[in-house]
C-alpha cells in the first residue's frame, strides 16, 4: 500500500518565524510530489510541486525534495497569521502517474 | 487560472435519494477525478476518469458510480445515499501527462439524514 505520512500537528510558530513540515513517502518510483494548502471548509489549493532533489524556491514558500530518503518537506519564511491552514502532501502513484497519494495534513498555527 | 466548479457548495438529502454531484472544469484537462474527505481518514479517490466515456475505480468505489459524457464534465452519483456518505466531495482535474498538477473545485457539503 503506498502511503505518505505526515504529522498530523498542530505545528504552532510565532509570525515571522520559519515553518518547517515534514513528509515522507513509501512509493520509491514517485516522480512528482506536490504540497496543498488548505483551509478551514474550502478545498485544497495547490502552493508547491517539486520533481527533482534539491530545493525549490518560490517566495516564501520552499519544497525540499530527497528521493534517496523519500522525503520531501516545506519551509515557509516569514510566517504570517494567514498562513494557518492544514497543509496536505502528494505524491504521484508511480505507475499511474496522474493518481495522487494525499497524507492526511499537518495543521499549522501561526500566532500573531 | 485552472477554474473547476461544483454544482453546489451545500447539500442536504434523505436516506435513499438519488444524488448527482456535478464538477466542470474549463481548462480542457483529459484527468478528472471525486474525492471523499472525512476528519481523520483525509482525502480518499472514490473514481477517476482520463477521458470521455473512460472511468476507473478509487479507492473506496462501494455506493457511488460516475458519467463523463463530455471531457469538461464529471459527475458523482450517489445511487440511494445512505447517512455514512454524508462527507465534503471534492473534484479535482489534471492534464494527461506532466506534472500532474491536481486543481481542485470548492467541494460539497453532503448532508444524508
Known amino acids: 500500500q503506498k502511503e505518505v505520512e505526515q504529522n498530523s500537528g498542530p505545528l504552532s510558530v510565532p509570525e515571522g518565524a520559519i515553518a518547517s513540515l515534514n513528509c515522507t513517502y513509501s512509493?520509491?518510483?514517485?516522480?512528482?510530489f506536490f504540497w496543498y494548502r488548505q483551509y478551514s471548509g474550502k478545498s485544497p489549493e495547490l502552493i508547491m510541486s517539486?520533481?527533482?532533489?534539491g530545493d525549490k524556491e518560490d517566495g516564501r514558500f520552499t519544497a525540499q525534495l530527497n528521493k534517496a530518503s523519500q522525503y520531501v518537506s516545506l519551509l515557509i519564511r516569514d510566517s504570517q497569521p494567514s498562513d494557518s491552514a492544514t497543509y496536505l502532501c502528494?505524491?504521484?502513484?508511480?505507475?499511474?502517474?496522474?493518481?495522487?497519494?494525499f497524507g492526511k495534513g499537518t495543521l499549522l498555527t501561526v500566532n500573531p | 487560472d485552472v477554474k473547476v466548479t461544483q454544482s453546489s457548495r451545500y447539500l442536504v438529502k434523505r436516506t435513499g435519494e438519488k444524488v448527482f454531484l456535478e464538477c466542470v472544469q474549463d481548462?480542457?484537462?483529459?484527468?478528472m477525478f471525486w474525492y471523499r474527505q472525512d476528519p481523520g481518514l483525509g482525502l480518499r479517490l472514490i473514481y477517476f476518469?482520463?477521458?470521455?466515456?473512460?472511468?476507473e475505480k478509487g479507492d473506496i468505489p462501494e455506493g457511488y458510480s460516475v458519467s463523463r459524457e463530455k471531457k469538461e464534465r464529471f459527475s458523482l452519483i450517489l445511487e440511494s445515499a445512505s447517512t455514512n456518505q454524508t462527507s465534503m466531495y471534492l473534484c479535482?482535474?489534471?492534464?494527461?501527462?506532466?506534472?500532474?498538477?491536481?486543481?481542485f473545485g470548492p467541494g460539497t457539503r453532503l448532508t444524508v439524514t
Open positions: 502528494a505524491s504521484s502513484s508511480g505507475g499511474s502517474n496522474y493518481k495522487l497519494t
Open positions: 512509493d520509491r518510483v514517485s516522480q512528482s
Open positions: 517539486i520533481y527533482s532533489n
Open positions: 481548462m480542457d484537462h483529459e484527468n
Open positions: 476518469s482520463y477521458d470521455v466515456k473512460m472511468k
Open positions: 479535482a482535474s489534471s492534464e494527461l501527462g506532466p506534472p500532474y498538477e491536481q486543481y
